[in-house]
């Protein structure tokens, strides 16, 4: 079992840059891989990106692919998420989420374990 706290988000105008961190305690942090999520309000959970359990392969969700940076530091057991670019658009509560299966997924039901959330808003 993993647990996962999320802290980086906050208000922000158009254009601005933010640095969303994700920590993990428990279970070895090299048995997961790790993805970020996000929801905005009166809108499904969506996905944003996922990276690999060595960190060697990255995905992004269109939305955000050329915007957004996922990274993880296995020594530290941590998995960022750098958000650049930022639109009205990507505001909505984000979570980092953990899974222990053996092909990465783009889709909620594929983790078992999620952070609380971090709001982030994005004012135009």
């Known amino acids: 079992q993993v647990q996962l706290v999320e802290s980086g988000g906050g208000l922000v105008q158009a254009g601005d840059s933010l640095r969303l961190s994700c920590t993990a305690s428990?279970?070895?942090?090299?048995?997961?891989?790790m993805g970020w999520f996000r929801q905005a309000p009166g809108k499904e959970r969506e996905f944003v990106a996922r990276i690999t359990k060595r960190g060697g392969s990255t995905y992004y969700a269109d939305s955000v692919k050329d915007r957004f940076t996922i990274s993880r530091d296995n020594a530290k057991n941590t998995v960022s998420l750098q958000m650049n670019s930022l639109r009205p658009e990507d505001t909505a509560v984000y979570y980092c989420?953990?899974?222990?299966?053996?092909?990465?997924?783009?889709?909620?039901?594929?983790?078992?374990?999620w952070g609380q959330g971090t709001q982030v808003t994005v004012s135009s």
């Open positions: 989420a953990a899974s222990t299966l053996a092909v990465t997924s783009t889709r909620a039901e594929r983790y078992d374990y």
């Open positions: 428990g279970r070895t942090f090299t048995t997961y891989f």
